[in-house]
């Protein structure tokens, strides 16, 4: 058994992204920018990466007023994208899931924005 056909396997199955990101979400480094960033497929089944700092409510109001999508990590690994009643039901900042927006090369998430800040 060769790697390149285990990989495949594990591709085909869903298990792992043709970037090599699984299910469980994880620090990675953009391989374009160098930045680290939450990785992983989100339920939704697409590769995203994500700034890797919380996110406080206007954080998460000037995140989507930029275009950037927002997402949940659930049961700190999945990663779901938030709509309008996860943000209704677990507002940015709250401790069982975590907010985070989609990672734009060579755009930071500013500090005031972030848990980080406060």
Known sequence: MTS???TAMLVEKGVLSEAGLTRN???RT???C???CLAGIAITGLDTWLDPNPLLPPGEL???LDYRQTFNLYAGKQLIPRDRHLIR???AGNPQRPTFATHTC???IPTIWTKEHS
């Open 25 to 27: 979400a994880g620090i």
């Open 30 to 32: 953009c391989r374009t």
């Open 34 to 36: 160098r930045q680290h």
């Open 106 to 108: 060579g755009e930071p």
């Open 4 to 6: 390149r056909w285990l």
């Open 62 to 64: 000037h995140a989507l």
């Open 89 to 91: 039901a677990y507002p």
